[in-house]
């Protein structure tokens, strides 16, 4: 974070064209990179009154950690009495005391400092894509039809206990990246072994303990890969709406593969989605090494499993948080099963395609979020992503080709505000020392509770709504809807958020909760 004049030279001879501007004493600054003269202190929020960093007599001295990483102690650039301090993602500064001047030289391209971690995202989405999407057509063509509702839930079930286990061995053993890269291995294994058992005709009862398998070494991945990228943002959320939209194109492009291969129904899919994997195992060594933040001593068998990641539902904002997103993938389950027939009915050909127009916006919807997060408390986002749920249900009960599509549409806007909100939230009000397994917790709450409780309730519900061989579409999702407005009820009533105040940058308060950390968007939460 903190450099000498020598590394703003550097970033300027690289081709990146200088921007000046000139700021005054008690004044806050933006993002990018900045060169102070003169005896000054530091602050990582004006008028917290916290020092982040002392400079006299042409040294700089630390006196606080700043953006998750400590600025560089030691001499300064010459002449004495100028450095040059990074300011990333857009946070404010404040310069208080003797400072003369200081200016703003450029900083590095966003490719630069999130390329890596935006082709984490799309090659690991890609791989699952490439197992998920085709999985249904691959037990079809090889006579294993009956296996179709457990395949899926075998990923539910892994849920519940694979990725707090291994965020607990991400946050206290192993770099989280070492154990992406052993479950990526492992995970393109069990595909690879599903795939050959699946075109000998292996029995029902193997084929289904392979897959459980898949479900095991891959649930636990994308969290920790999520967790590696709020590590590397250096403690802000707001870019990760442009990084997460690539883990969608990377859905898509998986799919797309799948079907340019010619491999749809077909066990190549299988064998294709394992080099996928492989190849996932391979980029994280490109990927900077992020360590576990915990240093090792004794633990229970209930902190090895990590389950204590738990204890972090006791803070009353953390739980609702949790609890909301698990009961938005409720009827979040809703989407694939049921909206392809639905439109079938409605005269629609080439489902797929439609479906798509869901991703579509929610990867515009990603790239907007980053903007949204910087002027919007997170509290405001996550509720306007309920809002747009809510109206998404209304328009598929309408039962007309316009609305349903514009429905779901308006899914990729909600699963964008909803979901990608609370993985910033964790990011930003959880400790980095319980990173991996509060992301984790999150996946249990979605992916394990959530989506289990989604599947099946989703089915009784479909099943109550069908009059003779047709489905009486209105009442099926309005009902959803009417579960979605308990939800954001439910938000809006039990969550507090930290506030900040007016005209100021977010700072928070000291003496936060145990596993809390400063929230990190200026906008506060």
Same mark, same amino acid.
């Given at each position: ?8 030279s ?6 990146t064209?200088?921007?000046?501007d000139?700021?005054?004493?008690g ?6 990179a900045?060169?102070l003269s ?6 990582a929020?004006h008028?917290s ?5 002392r400079?006299?007599g ?8 700043f953006?998750g ?27 208080c ?11 590095r ?5 999130h390329?890596?971690?935006?082709g ?12 998920f999407?085709?999985l249904?057509?691959l037990?079809d ?6 296996l179709?509702?457990?395949?899926f839930a075998a990923?539910?079930?892994a849920?519940?206990?694979s990725p707090?286990?291994?965020g ?5 053993h192993v ?6 890269r ?7 294994g069990?595909?690879g ?5 699946l075109?000998?005709g292996a029995p029902t009862?193997?084929?289904w303990?392979l897959?459980?398998?898949v ?9 920790l890969s999520t967790?590696?990228?709020f590590?590397?943002?250096a403690?802000?959320g707001?870019?990760?709406g442009?990084?997460r939209?690539m ?8 799919c797309?593969?799948? @079907?340019l291969?010619?491999?749809d ?6 064998y294709?989605?394992?080099l996928?994997?492989?190849g996932l ?5 490109v990927?900077?090494r992020?360590p576990p933040?915990a240093?090792?001593?004794a ?9 204590d ?19 938005? @993938? ?10 392809p027939?639905h ?13 798509s127009?869901?991703?579509?916006t929610e990867?515009?919807?990603?790239f907007?979020l ?5 002027r919007?408390?997170?509290k ?7 809002g747009f749920?809510v109206?998404r249900?209304g ?14 549409a308006?899914?990729g806007?909600s ?6 909100t609370a993985?910033?939230y964790?990011?930003?009000?959880i ?6 397994r ?10 394990g ?18 009059v003779?061989?047709?489905v ?12 979605t407005?308990?939800?954001?009820v439910?938000?809006?009533a039990?969550y ?8 100021l940058p977010?700072?928070?308060p000291?003496?936060r909760?145990?596993?809390? @950390?400063p ?7």
């Amino acid at each position: 974070m903190a450099g000498n004049r020598g590394e703003g030279s550097r970033q300027r001879t690289a081709g990146t064209a200088r921007r000046q501007d000139h700021g005054h004493l008690g004044q806050p600054v933006g993002d990018g990179a900045w060169t102070l003269s003169g005896r000054f202190r530091l602050f990582a929020n004006h008028g917290s009154q916290v020092p982040v960093a002392r400079f006299e007599g042409g040294e700089c001295a630390v006196t606080r950690r700043f953006c998750g990483a400590a600025l560089r102690a030691g001499p300064c650039a010459d002449p004495p009495g100028e450095a040059t301090i990074g300011a990333e993602d857009g946070f404010a500064l404040g310069i208080c005391g003797a400072a003369q001047s200081f200016r703003r030289v450029a900083g590095r391209q966003w490719g630069d400092t999130h390329g890596a971690l935006a082709g984490l995202f799309f090659v690991h989405a890609l791989a699952m894509g490439m197992w998920f999407v085709p999985l249904s057509a691959l037990l079809d063509a090889a006579g294993q039809g009956e296996l179709r509702p457990y395949a899926f839930a075998a990923s539910a079930s892994a849920a519940f206990v694979s990725p707090l286990l291994f965020g607990a061995v991400a946050d206290r053993h192993v770099s989280p990246v070492a154990v992406v890269r052993a479950l990526s291995a492992g995970t393109a294994g069990m595909i690879g072994l599903t795939a050959w058992a699946l075109e000998q005709g292996a029995p029902t009862g193997l084929v289904w303990l392979l897959i459980q398998g898949v479900a095991l070494c891959m649930a636990p991945t994308f969290s920790l890969s999520t967790a590696i990228v709020f590590a590397r943002l250096a403690g802000s959320g707001r870019p990760f709406g442009p990084l997460r939209a690539m883990a969608t194109l990377g859905w898509m492009c998986g799919c797309w593969l799948v @079907s340019l291969a010619g491999a749809d129904g077909s066990v190549r899919s299988g064998y294709l989605c394992a080099l996928a994997w492989l190849g996932l195992a391979a980029y994280t060594w490109v990927l900077p090494r992020v360590p576990p933040p915990a240093a090792e001593q004794a633990r229970t068998w209930r902190e090895r499993l990590g389950w204590d990641a738990t204890e972090l539902l006791r803070e009353r904002d953390h739980r609702v948080v949790f609890v909301t997103a698990a009961l938005f @993938s409720v009827s979040l389950a809703a989407l694939y099963p049921y909206t392809p027939p639905h439109l079938r009915t409605l005269g629609f050909q080439a489902l797929s395609a439609w479906m798509s127009v869901a991703q579509v916006t929610e990867v515009v919807s990603l790239f907007l979020l980053a903007w949204l997060l910087a002027r919007w408390r997170l509290k405001w986002t996550l509720a306007l992503g309920l809002g747009f749920a809510v109206v998404r249900f209304g328009l598929c009960a309408w039962d007309r080709p316009g609305p349903v599509l514009l429905g779901v549409a308006l899914h990729g806007v909600s699963f964008a505000c909803v979901m990608i909100t609370a993985q910033v939230y964790v990011a930003e009000r959880i400790g980095s020392a319980w990173r991996a397994r509060a992301q984790a917790l999150l996946t249990l709450m979605t992916m394990g509770f959530g989506s289990l409780v989604g599947y099946l309730g989703c089915g009784v519900w479909y099943a109550i709504c069908q009059v003779g061989p047709s489905v009486n579409w209105r009442w099926f999702w309005s009902g959803l809807g009417v579960w979605t407005a308990g939800v954001l009820v439910y938000f809006l009533a039990a969550y507090r958020g930290v506030g900040r105040p007016r005209g100021l940058p977010h700072a928070a308060p000291e003496g936060r909760a145990l596993h809390s @950390s400063p929230p990190l968007s200026p906008a506060g939460s």
